[in-house]
């Protein structure tokens, strides 16, 4: 099965054990994710200090992209 997915800023950097485990069990149970095209940071610290919109907004879309982009599904 594919699914959209959203590794965020830190996967590459502070979060790299977890981005290798993740895509060691994907491969186990026969999982797949696909990055999704041109994603943003969710704003979980800059965003919210900004203010409180922007804080929602980014994580928005990125939200909207993952179900525009969602593998096995038409394209609109």
């Not at 699914?3 to 790299?16: D, H, K, L, Q, V």
């Not at 797949?32 to 940071?41: A, G, K, T, V, Y």
């Not at 409180?52 to 038409?74: F, Y």
Request: hydrophobic share 35%; charged share 15%; aromatic share 10%.
């Amino acid at each position: 099965m594919k699914y959209s997915y959203y590794p965020g800023c830190s996967m590459e950097a502070t979060g790299i054990e977890y981005a290798k485990s993740l895509a060691y069990v994907n491969k186990a149970i026969g999982l797949s994710f696909i990055e999704i095209e041109d994603w943003n940071c969710c704003g979980a610290s800059s965003g919210h200090a900004v203010s409180h919109e922007l804080g929602l907004a980014l994580p928005a879309r990125n939200l909207a992209l993952a179900e525009q982009q969602q593998p096995g599904l038409p394209s609109s």
